[in-house]
């Protein structure tokens, strides 16, 4: 029995989302598409040899050769300064993936989904946005995130855009809100995720991304909320 193998990647385009995130399109030959909110390990290989690998969620979805991701800076980190200071089009990578069937939606479900992010934990669930608006499904759908400033915010255009495709979008800005918002910057409140969330009532499904010590804390609010915990879907780095 043999595992997912590692394939050659390509880079075929970047694009700056923020100061300190890119998203990096792959040419992989051989790839088999993935589902919405599925990942991939990425693998570096220096010329000493010297290999790193990382994880990193896929912003799309669907068959077809090419893969869009998204990366965010960790600062002092080995791989992801390199993806987004450095990469270009032209150069090699290896990817392993696609990977994970938890964190995934499939259009056949008909419940209400609730997304909730944190920082770049927005990309799996723009997959999973954009999933909705490609199969034109009228499932209820919001989307909150939260992010540092207006300056952070990955894919922000696309994701104020979903609102048309009937997908309802909330911002929570922890560092510094816009001049005219009328909430000021700071984290999201139990009594906020209960007015910009579905309620348990709607029995949606639930997935929530972000840094660790985000996603432990909404999924305590959620559940201590009355929202049942095997509802909610999480998935977390950092």
């Not at 980190?77 to 993936?97: A, C, M, N, T």
């Not at 909730?116 to 999973?128: E, K, M, Q």
């Not at 432990?216 to 959620?222: H, R």
Request: hydrophobic share 40%; net charge negative.
């Amino acid at each position: 029995m043999t595992g997912t193998p590692w394939l050659p990647a390509h880079v075929v385009d970047v694009r700056d989302l923020t100061p300190r995130s890119r998203s990096i399109v792959l040419e992989v030959p051989g790839w088999p598409g993935s589902l919405p909110g599925q990942h991939l390990d990425v693998r570096l290989t220096a010329e000493d040899g010297y290999r790193a690998e990382r994880s990193y969620s896929i912003a799309g979805f669907g068959p077809g050769e090419r893969v869009e991701l998204a990366v965010d800076e960790v600062v002092d980190g080995e791989v992801s300064p390199y993806l987004v200071r450095d990469i270009r089009p032209g150069d090699f990578l290896e990817v392993k993936g696609p990977l994970g069937m938890y964190f995934v939606w499939r259009d056949a479900d008909p419940s209400p989904v609730q997304l909730i992010a944190g920082g770049s934990g927005v990309v799996p669930l723009l997959s999973i946005a954009r999933a909705r608006a490609v199969a034109g499904t009228d499932q209820p759908f919001r989307l909150l995130c939260s992010v540092r400033s207006p300056e952070d915010a990955m894919y922000r255009d696309e994701i104020e855009g979903l609102e048309a495709a009937g997908v309802e979008v909330e911002w929570i800005y922890t560092r510094r809100a816009p001049a005219r918002s009328a909430r000021g910057a700071g984290r999201v409140r139990p009594g906020e995720l209960a007015t910009l969330t579905w309620p348990p009532e709607r029995h949606p499904l639930v997935f929530v991304c972000g840094p660790t010590s985000f996603v432990e804390y909404v999924a305590d609010v959620l559940v201590d909320a009355g929202h049942p915990a095997l509802r909610i879907r999480t998935e977390r780095f950092g």
